[in-house]
């Protein structure tokens, strides 16, 4: 399939489609070539977002979402310094405002880098250099794309700081992050990643290392801060609870590929995919009997040097047996069931709607 | 902080006690717990051909003629409050710190390690500010062009460097530098650097390379390991998912963090060195601590040994204190409250 056609898959928004999206990935593949043979990644990922607009990407781990979002930022592609070991393998198309950013030099992508679009890491404490203090680092931040003295750049950390919701940040600036909570060093890090308005904030399972109060309080930041900046946010994690809480449109991926693409709402009530299915009912809930089992995904993820072919999620899915054959043998690729909700199943549509009807909806 | 540096120092003195009564032990107990007696000690002192008479006037002169325990008493008071020395030739007073009288040459052992001293700490600084330099420096580029050309003889080097003995090394060096090419000094021509300035690195230039080139082979394995390390901790990608260029992440981030482990094993291979570098300055035939030491050791020279096995003590322990205070400066997370 030619790129242009994998692009008109890509399904926008009802009314938005003559206009260019924010972001917009076209069959983007990332592979890591290792000494056990080729790691696919990603392999074949295309989607769309918005400005102003939050998409969930979700999966297991290893199904590539972490890589997606190191890609966009450019962050696979090995300084000139580095050049002799063989880092990623990227093809495809990832556009930023309309500018292919795989295109680009490098030199030209890291100016993007932390000025157009920033990241928030999983584990703020690793990500953090301990050997300074937290205001420093923002501060660094925030004058590699502006040339302001160290005098403006300290008041604007302790700005961000306080905006992130820090209680005295005129004297936490100068504290180093392991002198922070862990809640704490997840608001700085915001703080770091929005220190030059990015348009683009990417948050990598932000609230994985959190516990659960503080959970709530940095989805509550980072959606305030999404409406007051009005900057697409691309939100990764496993979590479900996450996704409906922050995200307008989902992505579900699995080894590497785009599962099922759709609004919140369309993927949490009317889910297309048996993968997405398997990630519904895998979720624990407090009005169902404790007796009831959750409808875990059986098997595990593939590796993904060897990816099985056709349908990669076929081995794990109870329906693949009911389309002759072909999850084994035909790659699917994403067809629309309704405006704006893609899916990447070989179920007839009537097949699917029956099984969700009857076989899975009433367990959830 | 200050009063940790205080208690510090004080065991510091205690250390020094009892590494003086450890090594007092090994060379004047052991000895006579093995059977020999005060005479036996004494014949190593004297002419072949002394009469016993001679023996035992030499024995009693030395001390040994007294218990073990009498004999480090006089020589631990004579460190505090100085004492006085019979050989033969008149009563002198030797002041505190007295480390007492080489059994050799007659001569007070504190004014010679004062004399001593400054060779081994030239030698010392010398060296170890090359090394730090160029190991470091190799074992960043080596750590960033891993599996290159540059890497792999860099690395190929440094392991020679680490296995080849000085005395190797510096006889090579010498034999091409200084007497083929004739560019360096052939050593033994020490020049105080109070007197020329110019003279004196002339005069150490090939000690110091030789002895860098030992060092400066661990420091870029040590580099480049600490590099290799740093460079795939999340806080890299975090330094790079800002913006900033790749020479800063790599000096400002990763080096940084590198550096830690480098400057601990710096600060005790500096202490140790003071000490006195036994095989450099033996090559090179510079009068330094370490060729004191030898001398002492071959001619069974109690005084010597003892001297400088204490002068080589207290560096070590300055050297330790000194990385514990480093520690405290270059890593937030180790720093008193």
């Not at chain 1, 972490?66 to 050049?83: D, F």
């Not at chain 1, 509550?220 to 996450?242: A, M, P």
């Not at chain 2, 250390?15 to 014949?43: D, H, K, Q, W």
């Not at chain 2, 020479?247 to 060195?273: M, Q």
Request: proline residues 6%; glycine residues 8%.
């Amino acid at each position: 399939m030619t790129t242009s056609a994998l692009r008109d898959l890509v399904v926008r928004h009802p009314g938005q489609l003559d206009e260019q999206p924010f972001l917009e990935v076209v069959d983007l593949h990332v592979h890591f070539p290792t000494d056990d043979g080729l790691v696919k990644s990603v392999d074949g990922l295309s989607f769309a977002l918005d400005r102003g607009r939050t998409l969930g990407i979700v999966g297991e781990s290893g199904s590539g979402k972490s890589v997606t979002s190191l890609a966009i930022m450019g962050l696979h592609t090995r300084p000139a310094s580095e050049k002799t070991r063989p880092g990623a393998e990227q093809s495809g198309e990832i556009y930023l405002e309309g500018e292919d950013l795989l295109a680009k030099s490098p030199e030209y992508v890291r100016g993007l880098r932390g000025k157009k679009m920033a990241m928030i890491f999983q584990d703020p404490l690793s990500a953090m250099n301990p050997y300074y203090t937290v205001g420093r680092q923002i501060i660094e931040a925030y004058r590699i794309h502006n040339p302001v003295n160290a005098k403006v750049a300290r008041k604007h950390a302790i700005d961000l700081l306080g905006r992130v919701g820090i209680p005295e940040p005129s004297q936490r600036v100068d504290a180093y992050p392991h002198q922070f909570s862990g809640g704490m060093r997840q608001r700085a890090m915001i703080a770091m990643a929005l220190s030059c308005d990015p348009d683009l904030l990417i948050a990598d399972e932000p609230t994985t290392a959190l516990d659960v109060t503080v959970q709530a309080q940095i989805l509550d930041l980072i959606r305030d801060l999404q409406r007051e900046f009005n900057s697409s946010v691309v939100l990764i994690t496993h979590d479900l609870g996450v996704v409906a809480e922050l995200a307008d449109d989902v992505l579900v991926m699995y080894a590497g590929r785009a599962m099922e693409y759709g609004s919140a709402d369309q993927l949490f009530n009317r889910p297309a995919h048996p993968y997405t299915w398997g990630l519904l009912g895998s979720v624990p809930r407090f009005d169902r009997e404790r007796s009831e089992r959750l409808l875990a995904i059986r098997g595990t993820p593939p590796s993904l040097i060897n990816v099985p072919p056709g349908c990669p999620f076929h081995p794990r899915c109870d329906y693949a047996a009911r389309n002759g054959g072909r999850s084994e043998e035909v790659r699917p690729e994403l067809v629309p069931v309704e405006p704006g909700h893609t899916v990447a199943c070989h179920l007839s549509t009537t097949e699917r709607e029956q099984i969700w009807e009857h076989e899975i909806a009433p367990k959830l | 902080m200050f009063a940790y540096i205080v208690r510090r120092l004080l065991w510091a003195v205690l250390l020094l006690i009892v590494l003086s009564m450890v090594t007092f032990g090994i060379f004047y107990l052991i000895p006579r717990l093995g059977g020999a007696t005060p005479e036996t000690l004494a014949t190593r002192y004297v002419g072949r051909a002394a009469t016993a008479e001679t023996v035992h006037l030499t024995a009693e002169r030395l001390g040994f003629l007294d218990p073990v325990p009498v004999q480090y008493w006089h020589w631990i008071k004579g460190v505090f409050v100085g004492a006085d020395y019979d050989y033969g030739s008149g009563v002198e007073h030797c002041p505190a710190p007295c480390l007492g009288y080489s059994f050799i040459t007659r001569q007070p052992v504190w004014p010679d390690l004062l004399d001593r001293a400054p060779v081994t700490i030239s030698l010392v600084i010398g060296a170890s500010i090359i090394w730090l330099v160029t190991g470091v420096t190799i074992g960043v580029i080596s750590a960033l062009r891993r599996g290159t050309l540059f890497d792999r003889s860099a690395m190929g080097i440094a392991l020679a460097g680490v296995s080849l003995p000085i005395f190797f090394t510096g006889l090579i060096a010498l034999t091409f530098f200084s007497y083929r090419l004739g560019i360096t000094s052939p050593g033994g021509h020490y020049v105080p650097f109070s007197e020329n300035p110019a003279q004196w690195a002339y005069s150490l230039l090939l000690p110091w390379i030789t002895l860098a080139f030992l060092f400066s082979a661990q420091y870029a394995r040590l580099t480049r390991a600490g590099m290799l390390e740093t460079m795939t901790e999340d806080y890299i990608r975090t330094a790079r998912a800002k913006g900033l260029s790749e020479r800063k992440v790599v000096v400002k981030h990763a080096l940084r963090g590198a550096l830690t482990p480098v400057l601990t094993i710096f600060g005790l291979d500096v202490g140790l060195l003071l000490g006195g570098a036994v095989l450099t300055e033996k090559t090179f035939s510079l009068n330094g601590l370490g060729k004191y030491a030898l001398d002492g050791i071959l001619n069974n020279d109690l005084p010597k040994i003892l001297g400088v096995t204490l002068v080589a003590g207290f560096f070590v322990i300055m050297a330790n204190l000194f990385v514990d205070l480093l520690y405290g400066v270059i890593d937030p997370r180790v720093r008193l409250e």
